[in-house]
């Protein structure tokens, strides 16, 4: 059973950053490709970034500029660097893997953007 672990929420000031990281309990390397999606109150869960096993990555147009996603396959780990944080971001961020035609999703961390 694969696990995917979040951390590195909380609350940040606007303007301010934040760095999230996702821990598998398997080599990341057999993933097709892994996403960080948000999902804010009452809205839909949205895709924000997602990098492949040849590090191709792929952004919301929301968060091109600010947000980068990178992947360390050694630690089995994937982090999304969140920088000029703006109100909007505020949402709950999960992590998610690809395995073929299966998904698999972490338990999610709060991201808070507020003054």
């Known amino acids: 059973q694969v696990q995917l672990v979040e951390s590195g929420g909380g609350l940040v000031q606007p303007g301010g950053s934040l760095r999230l990281s996702c821990a598998a309990s398997?080599?990341?390397?057999?993933?097709?490709?892994l996403g960080w999606y948000r999902q804010a109150p009452g809205k839909q869960r949205e895709l924000v970034a997602t990098?492949?096993?040849?590090?191709?990555?792929n952004y919301a147009d929301s968060v091109k500029g600010r947000f980068t996603i990178s992947r360390d396959n050694a630690r089995n780990q994937v982090y999304l660097q969140m920088n000029s944080l703006k109100p909007e971001d505020t949402a709950v961020y999960y992590c998610?893997?690809?395995?073929?035609?299966?998904?698999?999703w972490g338990q999610g961390t709060q991201v808070t953007v507020s003054s």
């Open positions: 998610e893997a690809d395995y073929g035609t299966i998904g698999y």
């Open positions: 990098i492949t096993q040849d590090s191709s990555t």
């Open positions: 398997t080599n990341i390397f057999n993933f097709n490709a």
